[in-house]
């Protein structure tokens, strides 16, 4: 079974710029998340998908980052902008739902890390 | 605020030894807790976790120690191996928020 499929894997752009991300999350995994890992940090929860609909999008800087899941399967998470400070790694999951139980079957992308110059 | 908190960077063993890696939280309302690995270069992948009804929690080389009073939890390798270095995280969820909080991880590097 494939995992999560996530790229671009690398990408290095100037500030300024605009930079896409794009996640295929696990068939059948009703749930995707976006998450941001700083460098030293833990991942951080940017914003949640149940479907196609986003039910938690309260730590998404709605001023530069936008996302989209379009029928419910594959994401794009969208910086324009880009500034300084958003060089990290974007991990994409997706997990059979949102219950706690299911933690377990949230599964991660391999991250794109973007470096901004 | 670290919600969740894992205060050691890097921990190095020896091959056959036990690996001990510590996580502390502060929300009371946390009620489930898991533990990651993760390889460079690659996404972090589920290892085991515990309930708040439980205090211990054993899968093969794998134990999770939950002490509730202290909000402190666990995870013992037994034996480690030169396989289990690694980035390791502790995450927790609970309280009404369907999210997991990460700790910053601790470097595992098993030594031969």
């Known amino acids: 079974e494939a995992g999560v499929v996530q790229s671009p894997r690398y990408k290095i752009i100037e500030k300024k710029q605009p930079v896409a991300f794009w996640c295929n999350p696990i068939s059948g995994h009703n749930t995707l998340y976006w998450y941001r890992q700083n460098l030293g940090q833990g991942p951080e929860l940017l914003i949640r998908y149940e479907n196609e609909e986003a039910v938690d999008d309260s730590q998404l800087p709605k001023d530069r980052f936008s996302a989209e899941r379009l029928k419910g399967v594959d994401s794009t998470l969208k910086i324009q902008p880009a500034e300084l400070g958003d060089s990290a790694v974007y991990l994409c999951?997706?997990?059979?739902?949102?219950?706690?139980?299911?933690?377990?079957?949230?599964?991660f992308g391999p991250g794109t890390r973007l470096l901004v110059l | 605020d670290q919600q969740v908190k894992q205060n050691s960077p890097s921990l190095s063993v020896q091959e056959g030894r036990i690996s001990i890696l510590n996580c502390d939280y502060t929300n009371s309302m946390f009620d489930y807790f898991l533990w990651y690995k993760k390889y460079p270069a690659e996404g972090p992948t589920f290892l085991i976790s515990?309930?708040?009804?439980?205090d211990k929690n054993e899968d093969g080389r794998f134990t999770v120690f939950l002490n509730k009073s202290a909000k402190h939890l666990s995870l013992h390798i037994v034996p480690s191996q030169p396989g289990d270095s690694a980035v390791y995280f502790c995450a927790a969820s609970g309280g009404g928020s369907e999210k997991l909080v990460f700790g910053k991880g601790t470097k595992l590097t098993v030594n031969p």
């Open positions: 999951a997706s997990s059979l739902d949102r219950r706690a139980s299911a933690w377990e079957t949230q599964y």
């Open positions: 515990i309930s708040s009804i439980k």
